[in-house]
T-cell receptor, first 110, second 112 residues
Framework: QQPVQSPQAVILREGEDAVINCSSS?????VHWYRQKHGEAPVFLMI?????EQKGHDKISASFNEKKQQSSLYLTASQLSYSGTYFCGTVYNQGGKLIFGQGTELSVKP | DTEVTQTPKHLVMGMTNKKSLKCEQHMGHRAMYWYKQKAKKPPELMFV???????INESVPSRFSPECPNSSLLNLHLHALQPEDSALYLC???????????FGSGTQLSVL
């Protein structure tokens, strides 16, 4: 079952912050986050396992709320290089498969 | 070497042709994947190989035939494709199933 991402698109000015949400109607085992720039392959950002942990990657961090079955990706002080489509991927059980959400298109303007 | 290499980068084929896509990694990863991606859509899982054995086949039509000759190589054999099969085909690998995925740059396939 495909996770639902919101918003579908967001436009930022350099230095602004953004939050992208990924929600599931089923209990999650783990959540992956990837970024794909136009014409390029998806690039891994981070994995979160159930347990409500928060991980960081430079100025990009993420959390996993097990009660809400939701993960959020936080981008702070955005840079032009953050532009791209962000996909969350959800896994429902150990040994299951990774299913990507529909993506959030992020544009950072000067 | 932290790359997944896919060849060719672009492929145009007719509906009666037979062609193959190739994927190679030398990171010692034991899981390899084929994904299909249409424009402005997320990657869709097609096949997963785990320790050189096919572990997941997402009900993909038989005109797509995967092959994993060894732990470093993954092929996707194409035969009698339809125009709607035109898409970006991405290969990925991971140290084990469901770990961080490393994607190749993909093969842009056009079926005429």
């Amino acid at each position: 079952q495909q996770p639902v991402q919101s918003p579908q698109a967001v436009i930022l000015r350099e230095g602004e912050d953004a939050v992208i949400n990924c929600s599931s109607s089923k209990a999650l085992y783990s959540v992956h986050w990837y970024r794909q720039k136009h014409g390029e392959a998806p690039v891994f950002l981070m994995i979160l396992l159930k347990g409500g942990e928060q991980k960081g990657h430079d100025k990009i961090s993420a959390s996993f709320n097990e009660k809400k079955q939701q993960s959020s990706l936080y981008l702070t002080a955005s840079q032009l290089s953050y532009s791209g489509t962000y996909f969350c991927g959800t896994v429902y059980n150990q040994g299951g498969k990774l299913i990507f959400g529909q993506g959030t298109e992020l544009s950072v303007k000067p | 070497d932290t790359e997944v290499t896919q060849t060719p980068k672009h492929l145009v084929m007719g509906m009666t042709n037979k062609k193959s896509l190739k994927c190679e990694q030398h990171m010692g990863h034991r899981a390899m994947y084929w994904y299909k991606q249409k424009a402005k859509k997320p990657p869709e899982l097609m096949f997963v190989y785990s320790y050189e054995k096919l572990s997941i086949n997402e009900s993909v039509p038989s005109r797509f035939s995967p092959e994993c000759p060894n732990s470093s190589l993954l092929n996707l054999h194409l035969h009698a494709l339809q125009p709607e099969d035109s898409a970006l085909y991405l290969c990925a690998s991971s140290p084990g199933p469901l770990w961080k995925l490393f994607f190749g740059s993909g093969t842009q396939l056009s079926v005429l």
